[in-house]
């Protein structure tokens, strides 16, 4: 009797020890829990701040508590191409890829990490298979439309463009990309309707006027392409390129000498006389100059193209 009595208390001690040091470890296992969370939202908050090296770093303490963690190790590549080390965050992402290879934009981020690298066919890869995990994802589109472009797959860039626009039409940057192909196609006409779209969505889009501007003169609308131009030195002053184009197109215009002779000027002002444009913006200078009766300002224009 005495015998069974210490049985059942030794057994009912074990439990009782069991139960309390299984507490210990609960709590452990949710403290660990807490640090994991903690430092998955505050990269979070870095990435957002720009503060790419800190959200590197949470990254980086979670992974060491974590390892497995897929969505850790793919804001961590995306953290690393954002400072452009570019092999590094191809190497998180396969990392996420394997751990998790259900999740689409793994895989348009680990495409995106080829391109960066120019090594396309396993970037088209790996944004294939983003598409067919999620088929209407505008963002994976553009990424495509990137792809092909950089590539010269003109046409194929031109039907993946449109299906950015489809499933993500609140992007300038898609109706942007789709303008440039056609550009690219040299279909200027076509190029403009989009590219205009994209600068009623977001007027300060620089590329897109940009492109806008040049498929205008293109066009031979010259009177619009100056226009276009001018809203663009207005985002962008003293732009060198932006310059020589109004230049030209002025002078296309007709009647506008004097104003053709301005940029040109300007241009020679900013950027010296020895640049692949500097010739042909004194012609234009002095041309302009003496259409405009400017004699004088033509002859100085000659006369400084010979010593400088």
């Given amino acids: 009797m005495t015998s069974k009595r210490s049985r059942f208390l030794f057994l009912a001690c074990s439990v009782v020890f069991l139960l309390c040091a299984s507490v210990p470890a609960q709590d452990n296992a949710e403290e660990r829990q807490a640090k994991v969370d903690r430092l998955f939202q505050q990269g979070i908050t870095y990435a957002n701040q720009k503060k790419f090296d800190q959200a590197i770093e949470a990254y980086r303490e979670l992974l060491k508590?974590?390892?497995?963690?897929?969505?850790?190790?793919?804001?961590?590549?995306?953290?690393?191409?954002?400072?452009?080390?570019?092999?590094?965050?191809?190497?998180?992402?396969e990392a996420a890829v394997?751990?998790?290879?259900?999740?689409?934009?793994?895989?348009?981020?680990?495409?995106?990490a080829y391109m960066s690298l120019r090594r396309w066919d396993e970037s088209l890869a790996a944004l294939n298979e983003s598409v067919r995990l999620d088929p209407t994802n505008?963002?994976?589109?553009?990424?495509?439309?990137?792809?092909?472009?950089n590539t010269r797959r003109y046409e194929e860039a031109l039907a993946v463009n449109k299906k950015a626009i489809e499933y993500a039409?609140?992007?300038?940057?898609?109706?942007?990309n789709l303008g440039l192909t056609l550009m690219k196609l040299n279909r200027p006409e076509d190029a403009v309707e989009p590219l205009e779209m994209a600068l009623r969505m977001a007027p300060d889009y620089k590329s897109a006027?940009?492109?806008?501007?040049?498929?205008?003169?293109?066009?031979?609308?010259?009177?619009?392409?100056v226009d276009s131009y001018t809203k663009l030195l207005e985002l962008d002053?003293?732009?060198?390129d932006i310059l020589t184009l109004r230049a030209w197109n002025y002078m296309y215009l007709g009647g506008s000498g004097l104003e053709a002779a301005t940029d040109a000027e300007r241009y020679l002002n900013l950027y010296g006389w020895r640049t692949r444009s500097s010739p042909f913006q004194a012609i234009i200078a002095a041309i302009g100059?003496?259409?405009?009766?400017?004699?004088?300002?033509?002859?100085a224009i000659i006369s400084d193209s010979h010593t400088k």
């Fill in 98 to 112: 394997k751990l998790s290879p259900s999740q689409a934009q793994f895989h348009a981020s680990l495409g995106g």
């Fill in 138 to 149: 505008g963002a994976t589109y553009n990424m495509l439309g990137f792809l092909y472009d």
């Fill in 237 to 240: 002053a003293d732009n060198a």
């Fill in 169 to 176: 039409p609140e992007n300038p940057a898609n109706f942007h």
């Fill in 65 to 93: 508590i974590e390892p497995m963690h897929p969505s850790a190790l793919h804001n961590l590549g995306a953290a690393l191409g954002n400072t452009r080390r570019h092999q590094e965050a191809l190497e998180a992402f």
């Fill in 209 to 225: 006027r940009f492109h806008l501007s040049n498929s205008l003169s293109r066009l031979k609308r010259y009177r619009d392409a």
């Fill in 289 to 299: 100059f003496r259409s405009a009766g400017m004699d004088e300002r033509a002859a």
